[in-house]
């Protein structure tokens, strides 16, 4: 099924692609058992701790084809955190690093499956005398999504259901930091059977609020104002409370504010605490369907309500079926945030 379902946080720019140092909670801790319900758009600016190696790609150099990158032992996904001891957090700083090496040898501290390594590589010039890695990298993302809820005993608040991944590498990225904006969705892309469609919208440089982490399972953070939802307060579902059957989903499709849509649970899959995919949905109201196509980019962290309850909150849609997609229960969401 992994070949037919697409995660449905939507990045804003080509140039900056999208969907942890943080203020752990203690494993201890119980997850949130009422909070206010979600529902709004809003915007991420997304900051990596390191460079994320996105693709190698050879060039041509004294009339042959070369890779520096993956001769010295770099490959796709790796997470550069220094060059010659220097910590580096941007394109800039490696790309100028690299330019201006003179030929010699460059030693890159990289974090590859949680664990650090040293690589040595050593830069070749290109056709027109530039020295280059032979490397894509990746330091940012931008892109909307959507708050699932929020907890005034707190002040934090769920988001996207699952994390803010590469979209080449499909690799969780490394929160370095991390702003929350304010957002505001202006026009829909309506999603068709093989092709996921869009909330297009715009967020302000106005700052809300942070992320504090990034995992499998959602976005977890802290905001002074702007998507702190002041309405609906509810209780978290258990997992063994959701069920086949109608359910309500909320959402925003035009504007800043939240609209209530049916759908129908149609399979629980999964209590898997990892997993964001536990339970199917389908849309079932006219409405959402017309305007949308059913679900769309951007609806990521969409909260599900059953029986009166916060039972989760959308994550994929089926490209094969875009009015039926994947969620993950709130315990599961909420669990993450305490692990």
């Given amino acids: 099924m992994k070949n037919f379902v697409k995660s449905i946080t939507v990045a804003l720019s080509a140039a900056i692609l999208l969907n942890c140092s943080a203020v752990f909670v203690s494993a201890e801790s119980t997850a949130p058992k009422t909070v206010c319900l979600g529902g709004q758009s809003f915007g991420v600016k997304f900051f990596n701790d390191g460079i994320i190696v996105t693709e190698l790609e ?5 009339g042959k084809y070369v890779c520096p990158a ?14 010659n001891e220097t910590p580096v957090k941007t394109n800039e700083e490696l790309q100028q690093a690299t330019f201006g090496c003179g030929g010699d040898p460059i030693k890159f501290n990289v ?3 949680g664990k650090e390594l040293v690589k040595t590589v050593i830069p070749k010039k290109n056709t027109v005398g530039v020295y280059l890695l032979g490397a894509w990298v990746r330091d940012s993302c931008a892109g909307i999504g959507t708050v699932t809820y929020y907890d005034k005993s707190t002040g934090t608040f769920a988001a996207l259901g699952h994390g803010i991944c590469d979209r ?27 092709k996921a469609g869009s909330l297009n919208g715009y967020f302000t440089d106005e700052k809300i609020g942070t992320l504090t982490r990034n995992t499998s399972c959602g976005v977890f953070g802290t905001v002074s104002s702007g ?9 978290l579902a258990e997992n063994g409370e959701i069920k086949p059957g109608k359910a309500q989903l909320y959402t925003t499709i035009n504007g800043d504010g939240a609209d ?10 999964n209590t ?15 409405r959402l369907l017309d305007e949308c196509g059913g679900i769309v980019q951007g609806m990521s962290g969409s909260p599900i309500v059953q029986d009166g309850k916060l039972a ?28």
């Fill in 168 to 194: 080449d590498t499909g690799d969780l990225m490394p929160l370095g930091n991390a702003e929350v904006v304010r957002a505001e969705i202006g026009s829909v892309t309506k999603s068709t059977a093989g």
């Fill in 58 to 62: 050879p060039f041509y150099s004294n």
């Fill in 312 to 339: 989760g909150a959308v994550t994929h849609v089926f490209l094969n079926n875009t009015d039926q997609g994947y969620a993950i229960t709130a315990q599961n969401m909420a669990s993450n945030n305490h692990n």
């Fill in 111 to 113: 974090e590859r499956d």
């Fill in 227 to 235: 998507i702190k939802p002041d309405g609906v307060t509810l209780q």
């Fill in 70 to 83: 993956e001769e010295g032992g770099l490959l796709e996904g790796d997470i550069i955190k220094k060059v």
């Fill in 272 to 286: 898997d605490p990892d997993s964001n995919e536990n339970f199917v949905i389908k849309i079932t109201d006219d």
């Fill in 260 to 269: 209530c849509y049916e759908i129908e649970i149609t399979q629980i899959r």
